[in-house]
């Protein structure tokens, strides 16, 4: 570093309002800060992302000839390209900064503010030990592939790529279901408006269905991802229907042509409340208005045997294909929104609420389903034994708010009961209706009015968990019903009140493959299971992994308003790194010095992206930087050292370790 | 009949940190996350019997009301069936709290005179570190003597019956590593204060009043 | 030093994806733990090398946590895995150092793990604090004592010949 | 005639190896002979320490030396010799690097002596005798250097300015060495003097070297007929070729053993075993514990593998729970 | 298979004959219960509830005892037994003041406890070690036409076994099924029959037993299988207060070892049966 000039180091810490400064000693930091070595200006100031913050820093860089900056305030997470753009304004290259993490890793996790404060001290050691070492870099600029591809296809993925697509970008949208629609295609009619679900979902899936910029692959899976932000390489699978999609029209006739004259298969889309054919199409407004034909039922595919007499009604167009097979497509994107949804509770997992035991007791989805005029009974509320119910009860937080089964609040049970609630009294008034809740939670506009609205119906509302429904009777009135045991715990004692319909209000849970679809896009999870944001309220759709978005109830239990606001948002985050037309990466990338590297091929095998190949002239390594992630990985396996990695060479770290560890 | 009588608590009524002392008891610290559910009182087979339900006691215990909760009738009936335990959404150890609040009302003497389940809690713990082992029907007769010889009276058919088929044993089993046993004790021996209640006869309750 | 109780020093170095944004969710979430850690960013923990765990003991490290996403979870595929091979020979290098095992901690912490920092690091401090200091530097100035000792005697024995000239 | 340079050969803890490197020189020992004047040389030569005394300070321009420092004595003559030179060479692996004695470093002093004198299997010594610091015999006193509690490569006792790497170095590095102290061609002080790359780099075998490492074992060279022409690691050899020096010319590869890492690392790595640990394992192929395991079970000796004459320079230098100075 | 066995105070007091019924029949599935050698009283609820540190004490001598046999586990069919056995290994994991206590009190006397035996019941052993279908080869004598009301009560299910389901337990229904039984959908089989309150509390006691009885009756079970010494008394010893207090319910309670033992063709005596209060009706031609 001879030729150089001498090292002058800003430093700032922020007191981050008293988040910081309430627990750490910011003015004490400051001047421990200025008698470190190279350390030309050292402040504390309030808030050090606000722009006079960062103007301080501007200003200094010039008035003070600074050429490193460490700011100590929250994480290098949140703020660290805020005062690297700052340094760069202040003309320094933007990567001779550094950043110091007082907040979440001190001030907040901390209780003895002299302790805090002497950590503190070693945190920033570190970081001024560190920032000598640092050299001038220059930002990698990626070019982004205009397509982007939308995973799922309910609410929030058919929003996300409307919006996309009427911006004029071209999306895929993937499917797996045979069907777009998820969850609320199933719903009658929606709170706290009650207007109907079908009305207002139906269009919107035709417009995908119609529209020029959108390639929808229903019945379809992404089964591989390579590559990385504005450059993804995707296979999709397409899972054989037996009916080529784009013979078919959608007339139906296959379906009463079948060999099995009724329907005597579970129907998925009605909660196995209904019936359906081997061939079928899941529900009247299915997009795309296409038939498939189930194997596991459909006699032709299992035995072979089958008078085949769908074909002979498809007629000319030809469309059943029995020997359909898998294919697939490989597409590339720049952008991918994940919106993959929830699955609902099993409520077979809290034996004590009898569902599977008893007849009569069904889980909302179902009831939603009934109460639908197109739903498997017409409309018609009806147990199991046929009988129309006069006391209905609901169970709420069934696999919620319950360690054993899921922990969380699933947001939207508490409304969707009462729906349903009023739906059943708006049906059939003399019907008694009880909602049994912990706590109602009807956030939202017209949330609450809309719990003002069922009181006043005469839902009874009683607060306590429900311990158990049983058949077992105490009383003449309680034989042969279905007897719910609670506290009121308003009244403040025990109750027993028999039903003859127990609907269990069943919560939100991550997909059963959520795992594996967080691993294929390279994403988090929470410890619930729902796909990890980068930030909860700064970066609620974007994931750690550049390009990947997330949206809907794959995030965390939402209502369709949420998950419509969300979706446009990470419609909104994709357009705009395709609008920019390239990313900057963090040049984090690792580098092999040629002279000083053996060709021993240590780091060959290493590297996950093989951006590391052996050039055969030199007989030495060679790092390809647009390939690398920059994970490091190489860098430390090198037995010579003779790979280096920017912003984490082993110099700086070595100092920070040093730093950290220095004593007083 | 039950007699309500309605009475605002006043602030002196409470004894802070109780509930926090409560809490720091071995798998008791959760009850900090009650949320007032109802289910434990909901799955409890004896709650009917109870002059608080159980999730009540919770409350109290945690708003500090040391004598309604020590005075309570339902930490005595417990039945030590771990339902509320299981089934709690919080996973709540009930039963747990609910043994540490039966522990501090004994040392505290909250509970009346001759009454019957620390009785037979203390004659059961004598026995089983004199003797190593339980002789029910001696056991049983010993905490009839102490509390109610009436009631005993009163089993002695039951006894008949035990004793015609072979089930009531009339000599103490005793396990031969007894001094093995009462060293173990005495290795983690603290001086317990003596819990049964000597107040004069007739008192109905001896405890400390805050 | 002297009277105060003693304090470990940790170093941790977590990976940026999973065990350093965990370490930040702890924060958001307001857990308290130990201040004795101090933690060192990398962007994964394949990029640990062992020397850096070796320095942190030789400039005074009382213990050194890794923190890397678990296991299929790595942000760049396989990075933890790299670790996990070089911590089993590494606990055994140490072993017959003499370095007690409970002074060097590879944990898996995913993002959403943040009671897991929490607890991981208070854990590692109660063990620290029970097992006592491992001392480096201190143990390099004793060690080195007999050195300064004879360099003393060399040239006072050259200063009094210097005198005699 | 003008002053011949003076130079200066001596040895502390060490095999006698290092010396026989010098006399490997062979007729260019004439030449070296010619060019300077050897002041002092006590394994080949008849001085004593009152000459190296009696030198002017800085009088000597260079001075080889070889061996850990692991003595009293051998720190004092370190000194001494310090003070006399202009140059100090460190002369072979042991005082460059600690070198095999600072193996020592993960015994303690009273642990060493009881083993050599009381309970080595092939001893002789019924009554336990131990060699003393002083001895009284007939008024007068006998002493004995003090063993050091902690070997030491050279440079942790002086000050030195070459490095001459190898164990031993290669008569052609030796004369490199002289012939650029003569001609005044040396480099900065502080250089090791061999290719600052890893021994790969000219090693025969490297040709044959798979792209893809995936170890499933570590096997010894007597666990295994090798291949002559293989690369060792491929074929579970742990061979430190990639974490040494090269200069030596791959001689160890090239006589059918895999390398041990006698040159030292390269200038970029403090830690020559760590950085070796780093690389073997990054490129064992299992994700399991109990497999990776089972693949670094064929590494029985961690400390003698992978600092096999580096130890003294190990970032920890010596097992770190052995009594210190205390009097052992 | 061999296990080591621990029969806890009751099973050699009142609950004589689950002894009698539980070692012929486990000898004739091939499995032998090796008693722990001066065993003494596990600590039981009633301890629990006044001093946890010291019922631990009582439980860890015993489980001292059992690591020494270096048997795979050990098997104890008192239901309180099983859960204070399994409850002080958890907490001897889990709670440090408690564990520090247990081991200076075993270390007083030179034993030590790693709560590293698993403690189980013999239902457990009977279904997922021996199998139903051992057990079904050895039934003779099926107890065809008999309807029976499984009881499980509280403490095998709750809240530290992990066997069964906490809330609709199944296991016993299975066996029962398998020795040729009907079994009757018994809604109560996890409620607490109020044991530990007849001898202390009497009404709310016998209450929980009347409601037991009650259903199972209502139900058309013939009699109440039970796992347990203390429910089998309490659900056999109190009929006369229960009539006296509310209606007759007169049902039998058999140890679900002595209905194996029937339907594995052993005598009545053999099993004990002699010893209930409520003998078993003359359903079968063993019990004639």
Redesign the interface.
């Known amino acids: 570093m001879k030729d150089e000039p001498e090292i002058r180091i800003g430093f700032y810490v922020c007191h981050c309002g008293t988040n910081i400064a309430a627990m750490i000693d910011c003015q004490a930091v400051a001047r421990y800060a200025a008698q470190l070595p190279f350390v030309a200006v050292s402040r504390d100031y309030k808030y050090m992302c606000s722009d006079p913050g960062q103007e301080l820093i501007q200003r200094d860089i010039k008035e003070h000839a600074l050429n490193r900056i460490v700011v100590a305030s929250c994480s290098p997470l949140l703020h660290e390209h805020t005062f690297r753009n700052a340094t760069e304004k202040g003309g320094l290259n933007p990567y001779f900064f550094h950043m110091v993490n007082l907040r979440e890793h001190n001030s907040w996790v901390h209780s003895d503010g002299s302790k805090a404060t002497a950590k503190a001290f070693a945190q920033i050691r570190a970081a001024i030990a560190r920032v000598p070492h640092h050299k001038a870099l220059e930002v990698l600029q990626v070019p982004i592939h205009p397509d982007v591809l939308v995973v799922g296809g309910g609410i929030a993925g058919i929003h996300a790529a409307l919006t996309l697509a009427n911006a004029g970008k071209k999306v895929y949208l993937v499917e797996r279901e045979p069907t777009i629609g998820g969850h609320m295609a199933k719903f009658d009619k929606t709170f706290p408006t009650l207007d109907c679900a079908a009305c207002i979902l139906t269009p919107k899936m035709s417009q995908v269905k119609s529209h020029p910029k959108i390639t929808l692959w229903s019945f379809s899976e992404v089964v591989k991802l390579d590559g990385y932000v504005g450059n993804y390489q995707i296979t999709v699978k397409h899972k054989p229907r037996y009916v080529n999609e784009d013979l078919c029209v959608g007339c139906l006739e296959c379906i009463p042509a079948c060999v099995f004259k009724t329907p005597k298969f579970p129907d998925e889309f009605n909660q196995n409340l209904g019936k359906r054919k081997p061939v079928y199409i899941p529900f009247p407004q299915a997009t795309p208005q296409v038939v498939l034909i189930d194997p596991e039922v459909c006699l032709n595919l299992k035995t072979g045997k089958c008078k085949q007499t769908c074909v002979e009604a498809c007629g000319d167009r030809q469309a059943i294909d029995f020997d359909q097979r898998e294919t697939f497509d490989d597409i590339k994107v720049g952008n991918v929104i994940v919106a993959t949804g929830f699955k609902t509770f099993d409520a077979h997992r809290i034996p004590q609420y009898g569902y599977g035991a008893f007849p009569n007791v069904f889980t909302s989805l179902e009831v939603e389903r009934m109460i639908n005029t197109s739903g498997p009974t017409s409309g018609a509320i009806v147990g199991r034994d046929g009988k129309h119910p006069d006391t209905v009860g609901f169970i709420l937080c069934v696999g919620s708010r319950d360690e054993k089964t899921n922990k969380w609040c699933s947001r939207t049970c508490c409304m969707h009961s009462m729906k349903l609630a009023q739906l059943i009294k708006e049906h059939c008034p003399r019907t008694e209706v009880y909602i049994f809740y912990m706590d109602i939670r009807a956030p939202g506009k017209g949330a609450e009015e809309f719990y003002d609205k069922s009181l006043r119906m005469g839902i009874r509302f009683i607060r306590g968990r429900v311990a158990e429904v049983t058949d077992w009777a105490v009383t003449p009135e309680e034989e042969g019903r279905l007897v719910v045991r609670c506290e009121d715990t308003m009244a403040g004692f025990v109750r027993r009140i028999p039903f003859d319909m127990i609907v269990l209000a069943i919560g939100k849970e991550p997909q059963a493959d959520a795992q594996d679809v967080r691993r294929l896009f390279n994403m988090s999870c929470g410890t619930e299971g729902f796909f990890l944001e980068r930030h909860p309220k700064l970066a609620p759709v974007s994931t750690f992994t550049d390009g990947i978005f997330i949206a809907g109830a794959c995030q965390g239990p939402k209502d369709i308003p949420d998950t419509v606001a969300q979706a446009g948002a990470a419609a909104a985050e994709a357009m705009v790194l395709i609008d920019q037309g390239h990313i900057e990466i963090e040049p984090n990338t690792a580098h092999i010095s040629e002279v000083d590297c053996s060709g021993c091929k240590s780091c060959l095998p290493l590297c996950p992206y093989t951006a590391i190949a052996f050039i055969e002239t030199t007989k030495k390594a060679s790092i390809n930087a647009a390939l690398c992630k920059g994970c490091g990985t190489c860098v430390a396996a090198c037995p010579s050292g003779s790979i280096t990695q920017n912003l984490f060479e082993d110099d700086e770290i070595f100092s920070e370790i040093a730093g950290v560890l220095a004593y007083e | 009949m039950i007699e309500y009588t309605r009475v605002i608590k006043h602030e002196t009524d409470r004894v802070p940190g109780f509930g926090a002392e409560v809490m720091r008891a071995p798998g008791c610290e959760k009850l900090a996350s009650c949320i007032q559910c109802g289910t434990c009182s909901g799955v409890c087979p004896v709650s009917i019997y109870m002059d608080f339900t159980p999730r009540q006691i919770m409350a109290l215990t945690r708003a500090d009301f040391k004598d309604d909760v020590l005075r309570s009738r339902t930490i005595w009936l417990c039945v030590s069936c771990y339902a509320c335990t299981t089934e709690c959404p919080r996973k709540i150890r009930i039963t747990d709290i609910i043994y540490e609040l039966k522990q501090r009302a004994i040392q505290s003497g909250y509970y009346p005179e001759h009454f019957a389940v620390p009785v037979l809690a203390r004659e059961f713990t004598d026995m089983a570190r004199a003797n190593g082992r339980i002789t029910e029907s001696l056991l049983v007769m010993r905490m009839y003597l102490k509390t109610n010889w009436l009631a005993a009276l009163g089993m002695w058919r039951l006894g008949l019956k035990l004793m015609s088929t072979g089930r009531f044993s009339y000599t103490p089993e005793k396990i031969e590593g007894r001094a093995e046993l009462e060293k173990m004790f005495a290795a983690i021996d603290t001086p317990i204060p003596d819990y049964s209640p000597s107040g004069a006869p007739g008192e109905e309750t001896k405890g400390t009043q805050p | 030093m002297n009277n105060e109780p003693f304090e470990p020093?940790i170093?941790a170095f977590f990976c940026?994806?999973?065990t350093?944004?965990a370490?930040?969710l702890?924060?958001?979430s307001?857990?308290?733990?130990a201040?004795n850690t101090?933690?060192?960013?990398?962007?994964?923990s394949?990029?640990?090398?062992?020397?850096?765990?070796?320095?942190?003991?030789?400039?005074?490290?009382d213990g050194v946590l890794i923190g890397g996403c678990h296991?299929?979870?790595c942000?760049?595929?396989?990075?933890n895995?790299?670790m996990?091979?070089?911590f089993?020979?590494?606990k055994?290098?140490l072993q017959?150092?003499?370095?007690e095992e409970s002074r060097v901690r590879l944990e898996w912490i995913?993002?959403?793990?943040g009671d897991k920092v929490?607890s991981v690091i208070n854990e590692m401090t109660e063990q620290l604090r029970a097992l006592g200091p491992?001392g480096?530097?201190a143990?390099?100035a004793?060690?080195?004592?007999?050195?300064e000792e004879?360099?003393h005697q060399?040239d006072e024995a050259?200063e009094t010949e210097a005198a005699h000239a | 005639m003008p002053d011949k340079p003076k130079v200066g050969f001596y040895w502390c803890a060490s095999c006698g190896g290092c010396e026989e490197a010098i006399v490997d020189l062979a007729e260019d020992i004439l030449g070296v002979l010619d060019a300077v004047d050897i002041v002092f040389w006590p394994c080949a030569m008849d001085f004593k320490k009152s000459d190296v005394v009696a030198l002017p300070d800085g009088s000597i321009a260079a001075t080889f030396l070889n061996g850990a420092i692991r003595s009293s004595e051998q720190e004092e003559m370190a000194r001494l010799i310090r003070r006399k030179s202009r140059r100090l060479f460190a002369f072979g692996s042991c005082a460059h690097l600690g070198g095999i004695p600072s193996l020592a470093n993960l015994f303690s002093r009273e642990q060493l002596l009881r083993y050599i004198y009381e309970d080595a299997p092939t001893l002789v010594n019924e009554r336990k005798n131990r060699p003393q610091l002083e001895y009284e015999d007939e008024g007068h006193t006998l002493s004995l250097p003090e063993l050091r509690h902690v070997v030491r490569s050279l440079d942790q006792v002086v000050a030195v300015d070459y490095y001459l790497p190898g164990c031993p170095p290669t008569p052609k590095l030796a004369k490199a060495a002289l012939t650029a102290l003569l001609e005044g061609q040396l480099p900065p002080p502080g250089a090791v003097l061999a290719p600052d790359v890893a021994l790969c780099n000219e090693c025969p075998r490297k040709e044959t070297k798979p792209t893809t490492l995936a170890f499933t074992e570590f096997v010894r060279p007597q666990q295994k007929l090798l291949d002559p022409k293989l690369c060792f690691l491929a074929q579970g050899l742990v061979c430190f070729g990639p974490a040494t020096r090269s200069g030596c010319e791959a001689v160890c590869p090239q006589g059918g053993m895999p390398c041990s890492g006698c040159f030292g690392p390269t200038s970029r790595v403090k830690d020559q075993g760590a950085k070796m640990l780093s690389s073997l394992c990054s490129n064992i192929s299992s994700k399991e514990v109990s497999e990776i395991n089972r693949a670094l079970a064929g590494i029985p000796d961690s400390v003698g593998t992978l600092y096999r004459y580096g130890l003294a320079k190990c970032l920890l230098r010596r097992k770190v729970n052995l009594p210190g100075t205390g009097k052992d | 298979m061999k296990y080591a066995y621990f029969p806890g105070c009751s099973l050699k007091g009142t609950g004589r004959s689950y002894e009698e019924s539980l070692l012929p029949v486990m000898r004739i599935l091939g499995i032998e219960l090796e008693e722990l050698r001066d065993w003494n009283c596990c600590g039981a609820t009633a301890y629990m509830s006044v001093d946890e540190t010291k019922a631990c004490v009582l439980a860890s001598r015993n489980l001292a005892i059992a690591e020494k046999t270096g048997h795979r586990a050990l098997v104890t069919p008192c239901s309180a037994c099983y859960l204070v056995l399994n409850k002080t290994q958890h907490y001897l994991k889990e709670v440090p003041a408690i564990s520090n206590g247990v081991g200076k009190a075993l270390g007083a006397v030179g034993l030590s406890c790693h709560g590293a035996m698993p403690v189980r019941h013999p239902l457990d052993i009977l279904l997922n070690e021996v199998g139903l279908d051992a057990i079904k080869q050895k039934v003779t004598h099926p107890l065809t036409g008999v309807k029976i009301a499984p009881y499980y009560g509280c403490q095998i299910v709750r809240p530290y076994a992990t066997f069964d389901n906490a809330y609709q337990p199944t296991t016993l229904d299975r066996l029962c099924e398998a020795l040729g039984a009907t079994v009757a959908h018994y809604p109560l089989k996890t409620r607490c029959c109020g044991g530990s309150l007849t001898g202390t509390m009497p009404e709310p006691g016998l209450h929980c037993a009347y409601q037991l009885l009650k259903e199972a009756v209502k139900r058309g079970a013939d009699l109440l299988a039970t796992v347990c010494p203390l429910c089998q008394f309490n659900l056999d010893g109190y009929h006369d207060q229960i009539a006296a207090k509310w209606e007759p319910v007169r049902l039998p309670t058999l140890y679900f070892t002595q209905l194996m033992g029937l339907a594995f063709g052993l005598a009545p005596t053999q099993l004990g049966l002699q010893r209930h209060l409520v003998p078993m009706k003359p359903l079968l031609p063993v019990t004639a």
């Open positions: 020093r170093v940026n994806w999973c350093y944004t370490a930040d702890a924060g958001v307001r857990l308290k733990y201040p101090r933690v060192i960013r990398v962007m994964c394949g990029r640990i090398d062992p020397q850096f765990i070796l320095t942190a003991l030789a400039k005074g490290a296991p299929n979870d942000h760049y595929a396989e990075g895995y790299k996990l091979r070089r089993q020979l590494l055994r290098l017959d150092f003499g370095v995913s993002a959403a793990e929490k491992l480096m530097p143990k390099f004793a060690w080195d004592q007999e050195v004879l360099q060399v050259s």
